[in-house]
């Protein structure tokens, strides 16, 4: 580290990297889509893409990455790199970032990529975006991005060619713009780092598409293992154990997606019901309830929705045949995207959903079903 | 035995934002708030306080009305506040901000058997990076996303919280914890506490204060001391109003899925 | 008059709203409808002061003030009466009393205890047949060597079936009239102390209210609180001092039902339009929150005078006979803004308009405060 000079931007040639993060020898999802997003900015760049692995025994699940568009992967194994830990990975990674030095680093967003890259940043002095949703390198594709997700002025947009960098104009044509979500989504932000590098960056999982799979590119992608030294006495934490919980009830106000139903099932309740389980399991979510439903002794009392039950947030809130009494809408008006189902047209629920569709719940639930099955089986 | 707990006090932005014309926040609109994580790792700290005796020490960088959030952390029972507070600091990111506060952290003393904590994030930037950042500049050990924490001697045994588990880590003070809301629920303000608040120990840390500490540099501290600049913020296009889809049949919810597929909320 | 709140007035008053809103709230429905008293309200309320709030901290006491304590009973009324007398009566008609007329020993016997919420206070000075007119006391009290033996019963005592210690009011010398009244600390424990029913009220419904019954209960002659025949000037005062709570919960209840009505108002839509755009919703709405304003006034400058030990009888007085009258109309109109909605258990309204009317009754009726305002005027 002695050498290492993060402020020393030509030495940084080594490409675009990528922490391909697993756990128990099972790679992350969000180390595929990583890699495939970081293609995409190495071809941008005109320069190689790079995975970089640590554990124990994981040399095999490496090449897959080449798969998704790594040129190589940096494997570092050793026994005190199995479970990761902050001291472990944070000097293994800095030693291997002084020797080789990437031009850019991204880190999947996960509770250890958001625990790893601050301090990893921190030790090798440059900067790090958090949890960013978007990430360029082309001015074009950048400035088209812009175009279609901000409400930038046009001319703004044009003229984003350079960033005043202490007092001085500078270029960012090269850099990693990093785009990201501030104050509970209400603004965003690009986020550049002129002055250092690597240019490092968490990115949040789910958003970067995965590309195709190609065995070809797998097979060739190269394994190099670079030289760590890795001691006990660089080890502050101890893991005791690693606990894999199997997936926990989430009650109606955590929930990220709430599948409500309302009087709207009265013909058929049980099946009413079924359905609005499948459809919240197909989106990870909890089934609710209109008052009508509780009253009738359809759910119990801690699904209620309401005025007189809970105040719910989701992002997707599902009203399956529910009319949106005002009292109901009290409970979840506030939800991030509201869909509503109901065979009247007039129901108020339309008034505050942002996709309505006007039909029958029985009908159009077990459709619903299939297409959200569908759309996240082509992800 | 001693406990520094990192708070930061930021707009609340969980009721309605405000956006100004130019596309930045209307931070007027807002009210101040201490940031909830941070809360919890106030009430981690209190807690311990209970069980050890401990000294409970909150510091925060941020404006002089930043007091008004730290009086109200030593109503619940904190010791002692230090505000580090200076024009010198600001437009800091994460980078130069944990390099002042560990600075700060510096001056009040890290010992053997201290603990420093923070919240994991902060609702205005939602990073989680000054904690482990703070660690680091400290040379301390972290464990962030604690969930439940034990002390023993020493040693403390944490919870650290996967998206698909935890970890058990047993660590050594002195040591950074991050807090996450599963950890505790924070106590109210006591009566008692408010009455005796503005006349617990406060005081600021500015520029002059920390200037001697080796991590205190101008290249290391304030926009020049940032590693990364904001290229340019922006408001994401205004939600539409409802929009009803068209038909109810299998085309319908194909089509409602694309749209919640492209928005990534499936 | 200065009405700016201190800093810590402020903050005292924030924290009161988030627990209200946390901890009160949740609780306000269920425990009307099931008559339920929220004993684990108390005990959060204890751990944060808020069962000593303006008595020194060498009691046991928060150490705050006479104000920081109307807040408290005001941010709790606005969304639940019943934890807001809860507070008011343990304060204002057990603590109190005991502060301001008990000895040293007395006071570090007792405070300690109810000032830390560890026990609960109550008051007992009206009977069935001493009521308004509260020197009729039918209560005696005969002191027998080391002891007061007492037999009579009292009625409507609130917090009556869950206090510890009970100021308790009784005749030692029928001869005297007013001045043959004295004031005991009475304990549950006592030798021919009972409780009676509950008994079940238009309002504050999950509020403890009950007889108690003395039949040759034993209350050690150190018991006494004050002299012998100081009892009803010690009720007169504490009356006085319970009537800046009980105005302070009519306060809270009327500006309860205020926000209900503003948010209710601006959700719900009549005629295309939102009921809050027609004129007579913003007129019914800006008379309802200058009322509950004009209380506040009233109420708090009441309790600065408290504070400050200066008179304050006048001022309570009309402090409780305005707030309560506000409380009862600003509810009514709410409910009526509801329409049907307003009459339904769904909505808080009715709850609060049912609450709102004891306000007019005890602690000394609104007829009483016109009786104590114009003897202050000295119209006779």
Known sequence: MSTFNSADIAAFNGGVWVFCEQR??????????????????????????????????????????????????????????????????????????????????????????????PRCAARLHTGLCADCTHLDVDMGIYKDFLREASTLAPEKIDGLNTAMVLGEKHDVSRDLKMTRPAFGGHLMASIICPRFRPAMATVRPGVMKKAPFDQAKADACEIIKPNFSLTEDDMDTQVVEVVKAAKKLVDLIGADVVVSVGRGISKDVEGGIKLAEELAEVLGGVVGGSRATIDSGWLSADHQVGQTGKTVHPKIYVALGISGAIQHKAGMQDSECIIAVNKNETAPIFEIADYGICGDLFKVTPMLIEAIKAAKAAK | MKIIVCVKQVPDTSGKVAV??????????????????????????LTLKEQTGAEVVIVSMGPPPAEAMLREILARGADRAVLVSGREFGGSDTYATSQILAAAINKIGVEDDDIVMCGRQAIDGDTAQVGPQIAEKLGLPQVSYAADIKKEGDTLTIKRMLEDGYMTIKVKTPCLITCIKELNVPRYMSVGGIFECYSKPYEVFDYNTLKDDPLIDPATIGLKGSPTNILTSFTPPQKGAGMMLEGADKETCEKLAGILAAKHMI | ????????????????????????????????????????????????????????????????????????????????????????????????????????????????????????????????????????????????????????????????????????????????????????????????????????????????????IFEDCIVPKENLLGKEGQGFKIAMMTLDGGRIGIAAQALGLGEGAVNEAIKYTQERVQFKKRLSQFQNTQFQLADMHTRMQAAQFLVYSAAMKKQNHEPYSMDAAMAKLFAAEAASDVTRRAVQLFGGYGYTREYPVERMMRDAKITEIYEGTSEVQRMVISSHLGVK
């Open chain 1, 24 to 117: 128990q020898g099972t790679m992350m999802p969000t180390s595929f889509e990583l890699i495939s997003e970081g293609r995409k900015l190495a071809d941008e760049l005109g320069t190689k893409l790079y995975g970089i692995l640590l554990g124990h025994n994981i040399e095999g699940i490496a090449k897959e990455l080449g798969g998704y568009g790594a040129d190589g992967v940096y494997v570092c194994d050793h026994p005190l790199l199995e479970n990761y830990t902050t001291d472990g990975y944070t000097k293994v990674i800095c030693d291997v970032v002084a020797e080789y030095k990437p031009e850019m680093m991204l880190i999947g967003a996960t509770n250890i990529g958001r625990d790893l890259g």
């Open chain 2, 20 to 45: 100004n014309p130019d596309g930045t926040l209307n931070r007027a609109s807002m009210a101040a708030i201490t940031n909830p994580d941070d809360l919890n790792a106030v009430e981690a700290a």
């Open chain 3, 1 to 212: 008059m200065d009405f700016h709140l201190t800093r810590e007035q402020e903050m005292v008053r924030k924290m009161y709203r988030e627990f209200a809103e946390t901890e009160v709230k949740p609780l306000a429905e269920e425990i009307d409808e099931e008559e339920r008293f929220p004993m684990e309200t108390v005990e959060k309320m204890a751990k944060l002061g808020m069962m000593g709030i303006y008595f020194p901290k060498q009691y046991g006491g928060a150490g705050g003030d006479v104000l920081s304590y109307a807040m408290c009973v005001e941010e709790l009324a606005k969304v639940c009466g019943t934890t807001a007398v809860i507070v008011s009566a343990h304060t204002s008609l057990c603590c109190a009393p005991i502060f301001e007329h008990g000895t040293e020993e007395q006071k570090m016997k007792y405070l300690p205890d109810l000032l830390s919420g560890k026990k609960i206070g109550a008051f007992g000075l009206t009977e069935p047949n001493a009521g308004t007119d509260a020197s009729g006391q039918q209560t005696t009290a005969v002191l027998d060597g080391d002891h007061y033996v007492l037999n009579g019963s009292k009625c409507f005592i609130t917090n009556g079936n869950v206090a510890d210690t009970f100021v308790v009011f009784a005749m030692t010398d029928p001869k005297l009239g007013n001045h043959g009244i004295s004031a005991f600390i009475v304990e549950k424990e006592f030798p021919g102390f009972s409780t009676g029913k509950h008994e079940k009220k238009m309002g504050i419904r999950g509020s403890s209210t009950c007889d108690l």
